[in-house]
C-alpha cells in the first residue's frame, strides 16, 4: 500500500537526514552536505521528499566518484541538471499543449 509521508521542511532534522546519507557514501572527502547553500539546494531540488533528497545524493555521489573530485559540491549537484518532481509531473502533457 501507498503511504503518504510529510515532506521535510529545511530544518536540523533535514540536516541530520544529510548527515546520515553522506556518512553511508563511500567518498573519500568530506562533502557537508548538511551546511547551507549545498542543503538548501539539496532541499529545494527535492521539495522535501525522501526519495528525492536520495535520488540526488546518490547521482550526485556517483559524479563525485567518476569524476575524481571523491566529495559532493553545489557544483557536483548543479551539473546533474536534476527537475524537481513537480516540473517533472505530466511533462509530456505539458509540453503538448505549448
Do not use: Q
Given at each position: 500500500d501507498t503511504v503518504a509521508v510529510s515532506r521535510w521542511g529545511f530544518d536540523e532534522d533535514f540536516a541530520t537526514l544529510l548527515d546520515?546519507?553522506?556518512?553511508?557514501?563511500?567518498?573519500?572527502?568530506?562533502?557537508?552536505?548538511?551546511?547551507p547553500p549545498l542543503a538548501k539546494m539539496i532541499h529545494d531540488l527535492s521539495e522535501g521528499l525522501i526519495g528525492e533528497v536520495v535520488d540526488i545524493v546518490t547521482r550526485a555521489a556517483v559524479a563525485a566518484i567518476e569524476s575524481g573530485?571523491?566529495?559532493?559540491?553545489?557544483?557536483?549537484?548543479?551539473?546533474l541538471r536534476y527537475v524537481p518532481l513537480s516540473l517533472r509531473r505530466n511533462s509530456a502533457l505539458r509540453h503538448a499543449m505549448t
Open positions: 546520515s546519507l553522506e556518512a553511508s557514501m563511500p567518498l573519500a572527502h568530506a562533502s557537508n552536505l548538511s551546511r573530485e571523491e566529495r559532493i559540491t553545489s557544483s557536483t549537484v548543479m551539473a
